[in-house]
């Protein structure tokens, strides 16, 4: 098992701000590639952002210029920067690790990968 912490989710209007925290070991820093995803009620899981070993990164459409990734290899933590948040952006989002042997880049590797319990963010108009 891999242990992927999350944390940061809440309550938020549209237009508001958060900051979401996946805490991992060190290791898991230095060898995989990391990603967030998202579930919205009725709706399946879809990849919104995620980062390469190297730190090539990946945007879905939808929340291009409004999320950004950051690997931070000292704190061995990753975090999703959500702006301008709209309802839309509702749903638990996930943590996602995969070792870096199956990273192909994009969303695709993480579906056999490891991944957190989530945290819930909320977005009322």
């Known amino acids: 098992q891999v242990p992927l912490v999350e944390s940061g989710g809440g309550s938020v209007q549209s237009g508001g701000s958060l900051t979401l925290s996946c805490k991992a070991s060190?290791?898991?820093?230095?060898?995989?590639?990391m990603a967030w995803f998202r579930q919205a009620p009725g709706k399946e899981r879809e990849g919104v952002a995620a980062v390469e070993e190297y730190g090539a990164t990946t945007y879905a459409d939808s929340v291009k210029g409004r999320f950004k990734i950051v690997k931070d290899r000292v704190k061995n933590i990753l975090t999703l920067q959500i702006n301008n948040l709209n309802v839309d952006d509702t749903a638990k989002y996930y943590c996602?690790?995969?070792?870096?042997?199956?990273?192909?880049?994009?969303?695709?590797?993480?579906?056999?990968?490891?991944w957190g319990q989530g945290t819930q963010v909320t977005v009322s108009s």
């Open positions: 060190e290791y898991i820093f230095s060898t995989y590639c």
């Open positions: 996602a690790a995969r070792y870096r042997a199956h990273c192909t880049g994009g969303f695709g590797p993480y579906a056999d990968g490891h």
